[in-house]
């Protein structure tokens, strides 16, 4: 069973503000993720808070595992190792690693990933846009103990640069949107009332 883990411990440096709890169509974004993860098919789900864990409401189900990550401070590796951990505690064959503010990701992303895996067979499956993969990314189990040796602000990237032959690419143009700023969420509620 593919997992799904939830990164959400950063503290919003540039925006001010703990981006988990901005609104975008009626929603969080944290709460968007969460929805988002819950209509899959995936198990177990993980969310990792940290900074302003205190400031951010998640509604409790028992499908979704809260993890309070205290060494946030370090960066996100400490969050991947924390939610790796859970993963392999919980039996899980592969894991998405996603982040909170990526607005556009929904199931039918994380559904073609998932085929596209047992289609290519391949350990990696990440998401292209901006010249680039990035995430969400899905990784093999095989993978976690690379996730595990992760350290300070190393994201999954390096990983995904160290293993350029073992991934599969899934184009995701709005996958370039993510919230770091008030003007990043400013523009975002402007796409949105154009839509």
């Known amino acids: 069973m593919a997992g799904i883990i939830i990164l959400a411990a950063g503290e919003s440096k540039r925006l001010g503000q703990p981006k988990q ?47 309070q990550n205290p060494d946030w401070p370090e960066g996100m590796a400490s969050s991947i190792r924390l939610a790796i951990h859970e993963m392999i505690k919980q039996g899980a064959e592969s894991a998405f690693i996603m982040l909170c503010d990526q607005p556009f990701v929904d199931t039918q992303l994380l559904n073609a990933m998932l085929q596209q895996q047992k289609d290519t067979g391949k350990p990696i499956i990440a998401c292209a846009y901006k010249g680039a993969a990035g995430v969400p990314v899905l990784f093999n189990k095989s993978l976690f103990p690379d996730l595990l040796l992760l350290q300070g602000h190393e994201g999954a990237r ?18 370039g949107i993510d919230i770091d700023t008030i003007d990043d969420y400013e523009a975002l509620i402007g796409r949105q009332n154009v839509n």
């Open 21 to 67: 709890n901005l609104v975008f169509k009626g929603k969080t974004l944290l709460r968007h993720a969460i929805d988002t993860a819950l209509d899959s098919a995936c198990s177990p789900i993980v969310v990792v808070l940290g900074a302003n864990g205190e400031q951010i409401t998640i509604q409790p189900n028992k499908k979704v595992t809260i993890l």
């Open 158 to 175: 390096k990983i995904l640069q160290d293993r350029a032959d073992d991934i599969a690419r899934i184009p995701f143009e709005n996958g």
